[in-house]
């Protein structure tokens, strides 16, 4: 019986000795692992981790000949892949669009034809755009792309081979830029925020009237004294220069908001809302002052005219504006196409019939208020119906600022005027600059809000490429040499503002934003919590 007993506990004991060698086996596995651990944390390191180490890193190098010899044959395959079949398929699209025109058109879309201009005139500033968005200098924001798209338009028109084969018909021109005008307006009223207005309320009305008012005040007297203008074509002037322009403004305080810079006391949202609304008081400026260089009468006459235009282009932008938000109704198919369409169809036809009746002035209103009448009923489906007009303005873009570039000719500026017309501009532009400060005083902003807020109310584009013209085209329809040369004096003016304060303004907001506006506190925390969690691993 002793034996049997002794030969059962043996056997009890062989299985738990067993467990005891696997759980041994387990820690010290378990150690193995921590020691690699410690090599990855940075402490003491061992032989087997440095052997794991070398070897995990030997399979991470990547065998560059070979990534090489891969790249080149995917170039080169039969048939291509990559960016050379995207060259070639673009070219191809590019050459067939221009043969179909050519088959139906005829000698128009050859060299010295007026739709070979237009097609050569918008391909290259939308290249002249893409490459000046390739220069991307360090701790810089990149420039915008609009003024490649100018100067794309400028070299077409002064280069002697090319401007004698590229020419576009001054009405073809007219009507093109009538049309960007028209898609401008309706981005500016959907881009209305009512809710932003109520929020900001005071600081917003002062922001987007005093620096443009000021502004245009100050650029109407050094031009009629300076640059010998009368005083309606001198106010014209004015309103031209004094808008600010929100292809500069809006995407670099997007940039700024998404890095969380200003954000706790709105700023971005504050100049975002004001661009809209100094917009329009420029537009609507410039509109009045243009009906009245234009018509004959008396000065009483005139200012009652203008009045009259501006009370047309209010009751006839809220007719329309009530009719879009109620036709089509929204249980139609297809909704936000059909808005888009009727919004853009009214405003362009609004823009072209004012003009044919007489009263210039009435149309960019109408539009303004239609637009923004519309987007409040619309309410949650606006955003849908901006993505189709935006789309739409990425087409016109590069043909405004092209043909605003095509417009001015090196041979027909005067020395004289191109430094009175920089002058003019340089001192309306410190004189917005004070005036900008003033009016964020006593609304909440330390010292360097202000300062920033200044400096960002600076950049001139949009606006400027888009009525800088009107005045001129409206000069060569009368046939009148005097008024060209003074329609020729505004657009050399706006071309100016465009090429001299888009560039410095978008510059100085890329530098001074994240220098001037404080960080939002859970930026800031998130960041510390990022990098807290890098230094782990």
Same mark, same amino acid.
């Given at each position: 019986?002793?034996?049997? &007993?002794?030969?059962?506990? %043996? ?5 738990? #000795?067993?467990?005891? *060698? ?45 990534? *090489? ?14 960016? =050379?079949?995207? /060259? ?10 221009? #043969? ?63 401007? &004698?084969? /590229? ?21 500016? +009223?959907?881009?209305? &925020? ?29 031009? *009629? ?12 002037? %004015?309103?031209?220069?004094?808008? /600010? ?10 940039? =700024?908001?998404? %890095? ?54 209010? #009751? ?83 043909? =405004? ?24 501009? %340089? ?45 001129? @085209? ?12 003074? +329609?020729? @004096?505004?657009?050399? /003016? ?15 907001? +890329? ?27």
């Amino acid at each position: 019986m002793g034996d049997q &007993d002794k030969t059962i506990n %043996g056997e009890e004991l062989e299985p738990s #000795a067993g467990v005891n *060698h696997t759980a041994s086996t387990y820690q010290e596995t378990q150690e193995e692992t921590v020691m690699n651990i410690k090599v990855v944390d940075g402490n003491e390191p061992t032989e087997g981790s440095n052997l794991l180490t070398s070897s995990e890193k030997r399979l991470q190098e990547p065998p560059t000949e070979s990534n *090489h010899f891969q790249r080149l044959r995917q170039t080169f395959a039969c048939p291509p892949r990559g960016s =050379l079949d995207r /060259v070639i398929t673009n070219v191809t699209i590019v050459v067939l669009l221009w #043969a179909v025109v050519w088959s139906i058109t005829g000698s128009e879309c050859l060299p010295g034809g007026n739709l070979f201009g237009i097609i050569i005139l918008f391909y290259c500033a939308i290249i002249g755009g893409k490459l000046l968005g390739l220069i991307k200098l360090p701790t810089l924001p990149p420039l915008p792309p609009l003024l490649g798209m100018l100067l794309a338009g400028f070299l077409l028109r002064n280069i002697p081979v090319i401007s &004698d084969n /590229v020419q576009i018909r001054h009405k073809w021109s007219s009507s093109l830029r009538s049309i960007a005008l028209s898609v401008i307006l309706v981005r500016a +009223g959907l881009g209305l &925020d009512s809710k932003a207005l109520k929020k900001l309320k005071g600081v917003c009305v002062r922001l987007s009237m005093g620096p443009c008012l000021v502004e245009a005040c100050t650029s109407a007297l050094l031009a *009629h004294f300076l640059m010998g203008l009368p005083w309606q074509w001198a106010f014209m002037l %004015g309103f031209v220069v004094g808008a /600010v322009s929100p292809a500069v403004v809006v995407p670099s305080m997007l940039l =700024l908001q998404g %890095g969380g810079y200003g954000v706790e006391k709105g700023v971005p949202t504050l100049l975002m809302a004001a661009g809209s609304f100094d917009d329009i008081l420029a537009i609507t400026g410039f509109n009045t002052c243009l009906g009245m260089a234009f018509s004959t009468g008396s000065t009483v006459f005139n200012v009652l005219r203008g009045v009259l235009e501006v009370v047309t282009g209010v #009751a006839a932008g809220s007719l329309l504006g009530f009719f879009i938000q109620y036709f089509p109704s929204s249980d139609q198919d297809k909704l936000v196409w059909k808005r888009a369409f009727l919004v853009l169809g009214f405003s362009v036809l609004a823009v072209f019939s004012s003009v044919y009746f007489g009263f210039p002035g009435s149309g960019g209103l109408c539009t303004l208020v239609m637009a923004f009448l519309a987007g409040l009923g619309w309410s949650s489906k606006k955003a849908e119906v901006e993505k189709i007009i935006s789309v739409a303005w990425d087409i016109f873009q590069p043909l =405004l600022f092209g043909l605003i570039g095509a417009e001015v000719s090196i041979a027909s500026l005067r020395p004289e005027t191109v430094g009175l017309s920089v002058a003019t501009l %340089g001192i309306a532009v410190l004189i917005r600059i004070l005036t900008t400060f003033l009016m964020v005083c006593f609304a909440g902003f330390n010292i360097k809000e202000k300062i920033f807020i200044s400096f960002a109310w600076l950049p001139k584009a949009t606006v400027q490429a888009a009525i800088g013209s009107v005045a001129l @085209d409206r000069a060569r329809a009368r046939g009148e040499k005097q008024l060209e040369e003074y +329609g020729m @004096d505004v657009l050399t /003016v706006a071309f100016l503002a465009i090429l001299i304060t888009a560039p410095i303004g978008s510059l100085l907001i +890329g530098l001074l934003g994240p220098r001037l506006l404080q960080k939002a506190e859970h930026q800031n925390k998130d960041e510390e919590t990022q990098g807290e969690t890098s230094v782990q691993v």
